[in-house]
């Protein structure tokens, strides 16, 4: 698997990205995948997560209403669609991929693999 995360930016308050993170590999569909993301000086933290299928996501409360995560398989791509940013959305976004999906989603620790990372930024 090697993920690459891209589609960060600037935009300001209020505004919308979209972040795509693709599969060189062309194995995403066999993944469970989630994107977090950090901060300057905080600990990486959960956003989204969805199921290999699709057909199950979950999302961060600070996120849920606002974000939305989806995966098209034929394209080896998961996305992350971000409405209504704020201040707080602003940090390097992560993709990762979970090999096993134990069910401990939430946790950085639970991904067998990771994008580079994509920067955002929200400005007044």
């Known amino acids: 698997v090697q993920l690459q995360a891209s589609g960060g930016g600037s935009v300001q308050t209020g505004g919308s990205l979209r972040l795509s993170c693709a599969d060189s590999?062309?194995?995403?569909?066999?993944?469970?995948m989630g994107w977090f993301r950090q901060a300057p000086g905080k600990e990486r933290q959960f956003v989204a997560a969805?199921?290999?299928?699709?057909?199950?996501?979950y999302y961060a409360s600070s996120v849920r209403g606002r974000f939305t995560i989806s995966r098209d398989n034929a394209k080896n791509t998961v996305y992350l669609q971000m409405n209504s940013l704020n201040f707080e959305d602003s940090a390097v976004y992560y993709c990762?991929?979970?090999?096993?999906?134990?069910?401990?989603?939430?946790?950085?620790?639970?991904?067998?693999?990771w994008g580079q990372g994509t920067l955002v930024t929200v400005s007044s």
């Open positions: 969805i199921t290999g299928t699709g057909g199950v996501t």
């Open positions: 990762a991929a979970d090999q096993w999906d134990t069910g401990n989603y939430a946790s950085p620790n639970e991904y067998d693999y």
């Open positions: 590999g062309r194995t995403l569909r066999r993944y469970f």
